[in-house]
C-alpha cells in the first residue's frame, strides 16, 4: 500500500526564481543549504541532499511545474519510486509552491514533515532574507 500527502506554502520570490533555483545545481545547494547536483532537462537525473535523494525529471514546464521520479536512501531496492508533483504559481508579490507526492512507501509519511524542515524553511531564508 502506498501513501500521499500534499504540502503547500508561499514564499516571497516569483515562480520564476523558484523554478530557475530548483532545477540548477548551485540554485538548489544554495537555496537548501546542501549540496545538489541537478538536470534541467526532461529525463535527466538528480541528487539532493549530498545524495541523500534521488531521481529523474518526468515532465519540467518552466515556471509552472516540475514532475520527478523521487526517493531516497531509506527506500529499499524493491520499492518504486515515488512521484514528486511541484507546482508554482504567482500569488500578489510571492510564489505559492505546492508539493504532491505520491506512490510513496507505508514508512513515507516521514518526508512530510521533511518538506517543511529541509526545503521549505530553508527556501523561506534564502528568498527572504534581504
Same mark, same amino acid.
Given at each position: 500500500?502506498?501513501?500521499?500527502?500534499?504540502?503547500?506554502?508561499?514564499?516571497?520570490?516569483?515562480?520564476?526564481?523558484?523554478?530557475?533555483?530548483?532545477?540548477?545545481?548551485?540554485?538548489?545547494? +544554495?537555496?537548501?543549504?546542501?549540496?545538489?547536483?541537478?538536470?534541467?532537462?526532461?529525463?535527466?537525473?538528480?541528487?539532493?541532499?549530498?545524495?541523500?535523494?534521488?531521481?529523474?525529471?518526468?515532465?519540467?514546464?518552466?515556471? +509552472? +511545474?516540475?514532475?520527478?521520479?523521487?526517493?531516497?536512501?531509506?527506500?529499499?531496492?524493491?520499492?518504486?519510486?515515488?512521484?514528486?508533483?511541484?507546482?508554482?504559481?504567482?500569488?500578489?508579490?510571492?510564489?505559492?509552491?505546492?508539493?504532491?507526492?505520491?506512490?510513496?512507501?507505508?514508512?513515507?509519511?516521514?518526508?512530510?514533515?521533511?518538506?517543511?524542515?529541509?526545503?521549505?524553511?530553508?527556501?523561506?531564508?534564502?528568498?527572504?532574507?534581504?
Amino acid at each position: 500500500m502506498t501513501i500521499e500527502f500534499t504540502v503547500s506554502t508561499i514564499i516571497k520570490t516569483t515562480p520564476h526564481q523558484l523554478y530557475s533555483a530548483w532545477m540548477s545545481s548551485s540554485g538548489h545547494t +544554495k537555496m537548501t543549504g546542501s549540496l545538489a547536483v541537478v538536470s534541467d532537462q526532461v529525463g535527466g537525473t538528480f541528487t539532493a541532499w549530498d545524495g541523500y535523494i534521488q531521481g529523474k525529471n518526468i515532465e519540467l514546464i518552466p515556471d +509552472k +511545474k516540475i514532475v520527478q521520479s523521487w526517493r531516497s536512501l531509506e527506500f529499499s531496492p524493491d520499492e518504486e519510486d515515488s512521484i514528486l508533483e511541484i507546482t508554482l504559481e504567482p500569488v500578489n508579490d510571492s510564489a505559492r509552491i505546492t508539493l504532491h507526492h505520491y506512490n510513496l512507501p507505508p514508512h513515507g509519511a516521514q518526508y512530510e514533515k521533511g518538506w517543511e524542515e529541509s526545503y521549505f524553511q530553508p527556501m523561506r531564508e534564502y528568498f527572504e532574507v534581504p
